[in-house]
């Protein structure tokens, strides 16, 4: 039987072992990989090409909001991520899922109902938490913006998440091993396709889609 890598990634060492109780409960065997912060996840995701599934908190040391989703998404794209956060709310959620996130799983979830996500979301489906009513983005602008968003190309995104760190042209060429004029090209797609003048609105607009989990 495929033994099954599950890449668990949150900064807090009693949740992260509620996640492992959860995983260590359902059949067949599973490897599982911890990362206590943002580069660490990243680091393990490219570590274990073939994992079966990662599970995300929010709100991890390293990367703000859903940057680290849309990092991860763009570098990592067969990879499923189910994102785990206390922040739980309808927008939070629908946000997530939008941004390519393949399941949502509450902080306040029980054991039974984590498993049942994560089993759902290797199944090949959306988990999502039964409250949740899928709606349509409040926000116009933001739901602009997401369309955006996912005009980019896996290494616009990546560039995009990169700027939002307050990383220079430079330092984004020796990340990616790419020539800075090659970022300089990229840097110009986005703020054609964001519809922006300039870096700093880049990065401003980013913002705006996690502004809901701090309101």
């Not at 390293?62 to 940057?67: D, E, I, K, R, T």
């Not at 009513?133 to 968003?149: S, W, Y």
């Not at 290494?155 to 760190?165: D, F, G, I, K, P």
Request: glycine share 6%; charged share 20%; proline share 3%.
């Amino acid at each position: 039987m495929h033994e099954q890598t599950i890449i668990i990634a949150d900064d807090h060492p009693l949740f992260r072992d509620a996640l492992r109780q959860a995983v260590i409960g359902m059949e067949g065997r599973q490897a599982i990989v911890e990362a206590g912060d943002f580069a660490a996840a990243r680091k393990a995701a490219g570590a274990h090409a073939d994992a079966d599934l990662m599970l995300l908190d929010l709100a991890m040391p390293g990367v703000s909001g859903f940057s680290g989703l849309m990092a991860l998404r763009s570098e990592f794209v067969s990879l499923p991520i189910i994102i785990v956060s206390a922040t739980d709310d309808a927008t939070t959620i629908r946000r997530a899922l939008e941004l390519g996130a393949s399941g949502f799983i509450s902080k306040s979830s029980g054991i039974e109902d984590i498993r049942r996500s994560i089993q759902t979301v290797l199944a090949g489906d959306i988990a999502t938490p039964d409250s949740y009513r899928d709606g349509q983005e409040q926000d116009p602008d933001v739901a602009d913006l997401i369309h955006r968003l996912h005009t980019l190309t896996p290494q616009q995104s990546r560039v995009l998440t990169m700027l939002a760190e307050g990383l220079l042209n430079k330092q984004i060429a020796y990340e990616l091993g790419v020539s800075e004029a090659t970022i300089k090209a990229h840097v110009s797609a986005i703020l054609l396709k964001l519809d922006v003048d300039s870096r700093t609105q880049a990065v401003i607009q980013l913002g705006k889609i996690n502004m809901a989990m701090v309101a």
